[in-house]
T-cell receptor, first 110, second 111 residues
Framework: DAGVTQSPTHLIKTRGQQVTLRCSPKSGHDTVSWYQQALGQGPQFIFQYYEEEERQRGNFPDRFSGHQFPNYSSELNVNALLLGDSALYLC?????????FGPGTRLTVL | KQEVTQIPAALSVPEGENLVLNCSFTDSAIYNLQWFRQDPGKGLTSLLLIQSSQREQTSGRLNASLDKSSGRSTLYIAASQPGDSATYLCAPRQGTYKYIFGTGTRLKVLA
């Protein structure tokens, strides 16, 4: 079992650009959640996808959007990037209670 | 709004000590609570999951307790080792869908 995988590992963008991050859940998991972790902070919940629908959303602007595919993999899209969007973006998958996290994508916005 | 506090923020101890990491949360209406470990620049590794109806969970040298009514959880690490050095995060599950994280306890175990 490969666990939760994320791509790319690192990404550098400039302000105003758009970015897409990808996540493949742990085998058998049908729920994917996305988190943003700024340096020195705990992860902050962005949103969760289940059955290809956004099930719940945290306090993030509409510039952050996502998608879940029939195979349960997911994408996080961020439009009109700001310097403050620089962070580690974590994907977590779950089937019932326990969440399993991927290694994250480090996004740097210049 | 759920707020999670972890004390201490940082801890440096010699190898072999038994450790206590504290987590408090303001809203006791949680579904469960999960403890994670995070190495620098890496993702989170799940350590223990305690359901809201449970009082504690154990895995090897780790033991986590939960007192939901008082909004507290404690992670005990027995006989600490240098390999335990990492940031430890607690996360109560709010409602059925999202986890709220504290800022973590940065642990350094000296050989």
């Amino acid at each position: 079992d490969a666990g939760v995988t994320q791509s790319p590992t690192h990404l550098i963008k400039t302000r105003g650009q758009q970015v897409t991050l990808r996540c493949s859940p742990k085998s058998g998991h049908d729920t994917v959640s996305w988190y943003q972790q700024a340096l020195g902070q705990g992860p902050q919940f962005i949103f969760q996808y289940y059955e290809e629908e956004e099930r719940q959303r945290g306090n993030f602007p509409d510039r952050f959007s996502g998608h879940q595919f029939p195979n349960y993999s997911s994408e996080l899209n961020v439009n009109a990037l700001l310097l403050g969007d620089s962070a580690l973006y974590l994907c977590a998958s779950s089937l019932a209670s326990e969440q399993f996290f991927g290694p994250g994508t480090r996004l740097t916005v210049l | 709004k759920q707020e999670v506090t972890q004390i201490p923020a940082a801890l440096s101890v010699p190898e072999g000590e038994n450790l206590v990491l504290n987590c408090s949360f303001t809203d006791s209406a949680i579904y469960n609570l999960q403890w994670f470990r995070q190495d620098p620049g890496k993702g989170l590794t799940s350590l223990l999951l305690i359901q809201s109806s449970q009082r504690e969970q154990t895995s090897g040298r780790l033991n986590a307790s939960l007192d939901k009514s008082s909004g507290r959880s404690t992670l005990y690490i027995a006989a600490s080792q240098p390999g335990d050095s990492a940031t430890y995060l607690c996360a109560p599950r709010q409602g059925t869908y999202k986890y709220i994280f504290g800022t973590g306890t940065r642990l350094k175990v000296l050989a």
